[in-house]
């Protein structure tokens, strides 16, 4: 017959898996379905229409119109509500009092808010990373295929979201640090281990 110190374990053991269970969703839910809609909705029907706006029958005006629209919403989105909800970052454009305009790049690390579960994190960064490069290889495709009327679009799409992956790449990095002398400092670190391996091989 099990005694009531066995009862307490088991029910401590049920608890703290409970516990874990409730960390590990939290970890995993999404916060704000919102945003993440949006974070995805605006960018991804910017592609969808580039691609089918000829075939459906829009028309070259029409489309151009449409995708604009879709880019501009996109970049406000992004810059100033997806950013801040999804991954705690923000960036913009600050004219100091003698007139001098500074970019700031900000990082909510240890302020005690909540903080954004890992489902959020993947969609902004996965979101915010596949997009430009798919407007790459559109710019690749116009010129290679000498469609030239579509590529400021393709441009204007390319630039829009790249300012955004630029800024928030900063944000996440540290706004203070250069990511040319970071890329090179991570290269050389790379070669001095390879290296000093090398020289404890032989």
């Not at 996109?74 to 454009?93: E, P, Q, S």
């Not at 407007?135 to 469609?147: I, Y």
């Not at 540290?174 to 091989?201: H, P």
Request: charged letters at 20%; one cysteine or more.
């Amino acid at each position: 017959m099990p005694t009531d110190e066995n009862n307490d374990d088991d029910v401590s053991l049920f608890d703290a898996e409970e516990d874990a269970g409730q960390r590990l969703s939290k970890k995993t839910n999404i916060k704000h379905p919102v945003a993440s809609f949006f974070h995805l909705f605006f960018r991804v029907s910017a592609i969808l229409v580039y691609l089918l706006c000829e075939k459906v029958g829009n028309g070259f005006i029409g489309g151009t119109v449409a995708v604009i629209l879709l880019l501009s919403c996109d970049f406000w989105t992004v810059k100033n509500i997806t950013g801040r909800l999804l991954v705690a970052l923000r960036w913009w454009n600050q004219v100091d009092e003698d007139g001098q305009s500074r970019w700031v790049f900000e990082s909510r690390k240890g302020t005690g808010r909540v903080q954004s579960s890992d489902s959020e994190a993947r969609i902004f960064w996965l979101g915010l990373i596949v997009c430009p490069l798919i407007w790459v290889v559109f710019a690749f495709s116009t010129l290679f295929q000498f469609n030239i009327k579509w590529l400021p679009v393709v441009l204007m799409g390319l630039v829009l979201q790249g300012a955004n992956l630029y800024g928030y790449v900063r944000c996440k990095v540290g706004g203070k640090t250069d990511l040319k002398n970071m890329a090179t400092n991570y290269f050389g670190r790379q070669f001095l281990k390879q290296t000093l391996s090398k020289e404890e091989e032989s």
